[in-house]
């Protein structure tokens, strides 16, 4: 009983703020503008949670269904089969916005991929405005939810989004990802920014002298690199090159102010959370002094 209010204080504060995050102010956007993608393997029960998480009813937004096979034939090659699984379980939810509004991009049930990491690759791939939300039932990596959003992303505008970009993004992400488990996704992220905005040089380096300024880079950051995460920066580069370097430079710059509010968020929602665990070793502080001064009764 000595916690339950703070506990509830807690729990209606988080549920707002995912609800704000997930379907404000999307759920009243123009149908044309949005899409839900769908994993083909979900029970309708679980697409209903789904369609529940996003704050929308099932009708009311154009849905498409992506399968597995689509799912590997976007992803194999740069991520683990045994990753992508032999289900489609991801789910995606898609808005367009106007240019210049920056990405907003949430993820619950995702344990791999977050939401900085589908911002940079996307941008990657040519999407830089948009509202996402990346659900599933329960906990999934989320790499195949990028496959979801291009499927979405197509549908909507009529366009195909270049293939050689889509393939970099692919590869981005996989590798941010398998950064992200050893640094966080904080620094390995902003170490692909950083190579990013020097393509026009790294596409002069030799090797060596590429694997030396990822090294520097890094050390920036105060992370030290192994060779292989060296090395896989390294054929990012050589990948990211195939690109043209004026647009990603200038598609990086866009989404940074959006990468600022993401760390941002993160830090008040962080600090909050603390905030509620000194209140409760306060309480219980309090309560135990109390039982000190009349003996453990």
């Known amino acids: 009983m000595k916690y339950t209010l703070w506990r509830r204080a807690a729990a209606a504060f988080l549920s707002l703020f995912l609800l704000c995050g997930l379907c404000s102010p999307g759920a009243f956007a123009d149908a044309e503008m949005r899409r839900v993608v769908v994993g083909a393997d979900l029970t309708e029960e679980q697409i209903a949670s789904v369609y529940t998480e996003y704050g929308i009813r099932r009708g009311d937004v154009p849905e498409l269904r992506l399968t597995n096979a689509e799912e590997h034939a976007a992803l194999d090659g740069y991520v683990d089969a045994a990753i992508i699984g032999t289900r489609s379980m991801s789910c995606v939810y898609l808005e367009l916005l106007g240019q210049g509004s920056g990405m907003n991009v949430t993820v619950k049930n995702i344990s791999w991929c977050t939401p900085e990491m589908y911002i940079n690759a996307l941008s990657t791939a040519g999407i830089t405005d948009a ?12 790499t195949a939810a990028l496959a979801g959003i291009y499927k979405a992303y197509e549908d909507m505008t009529g366009q195909k989004l270049d293939a050689v970009a889509k393939d970099v993004s692919t590869q981005e992400l996989t590798i941010t990802g398998e950064l992200a488990n050893e640094i966080g996704s904080a620094d390995s992220t902003s170490i692909v920014n950083d190579l990013k905005l020097m393509l026009n040089e790294t596409v002069n380096m030799s090797d060596e002298e590429l694997r030396s300024t990822i090294r520097r880079i ?37 989404i940074q102010s959006t990468l600022e509010k993401v760390s941002e968020a993160k830090d008040q929602v962080v600090g909050f959370f603390q905030t509620i665990r000194n209140a409760f070793a306060a309480v219980k502080d309090f309560f135990d002094r109390l039982s000190s001064l009349f003996g453990g009764r």
């Open 218 to 254: 890094a050390g920036t950051y105060h992370v030290t690199l192994t060779e292989t995460q060296v090395q896989q920066l390294v054929d990012l580069c050589r990948s990211l090159e195939k690109l043209d370097a004026g647009t990603l430079t200038q598609r990086v710059e866009d």
């Open 131 to 142: 509202r996402i939300a990346v659900v599933a039932p329960f906990a999934v990596s989320g």
